[in-house]
Nanobody, 123 residues
Framework: QVQLVESGGGLVQAGGSLRLSCAASGRTITSYAMAWFRQAPGKDREFVARISWNGAYMDYADSVKGRFTISRDNAKNTVYLQMNSLKAEDTAVYYC????????????????WGQGTQVTVSS
């Protein structure tokens, strides 16, 4: 069972940047896709970005495409989310998730959620 710990959230002005990190422990994430989701107050958790086990494939929600970049360092067992040109509507708790099946990119097969990190964007 993998444990995930997100960090890097905070308060930032609109147009600013943040870099989130997700550190994994308990097992290697090398063979598993990883993803970022977010949940705003009163809303369901939504997909933000995912990355394949080797970093060769990435995709993003339309709302963040061109502004956010997901990356991973398997040697450090860590995944990152670089967020640029932040908007007020990006305000949410951001969660990191690990694929539950080696290689899968199916969003329904992500879990092992961390505690989340709060991102607040002031307009």
């Amino acid at each position: 069972q993998v444990q995930l710990v997100e960090s890097g959230g905070g308060l930032v002005q609109a147009g600013g940047s943040l870099r989130l990190s997700c550190a994994a422990s308990g097992r290697t994430i090398t063979s598993y896709a990883m993803a970022w989701f977010r949940q705003a107050p009163g809303k369901d958790r939504e997909f933000v970005a995912r990355i394949s086990w080797n970093g060769a494939y990435m995709d993003y929600a339309d709302s963040v495409k061109g502004r956010f970049t997901i990356s991973r360092d398997n040697a450090k067992n860590t995944v990152y989310l670089q967020m640029n040109s932040l908007k007020a509507e990006d305000t949410a708790v951001y969660y990191c998730g690990a694929g539950l099946i080696p290689g899968t990119l199916n969003l329904a097969d992500f879990g092992s959620w961390g505690q989340g990190t709060q991102v607040t964007v002031s307009s």
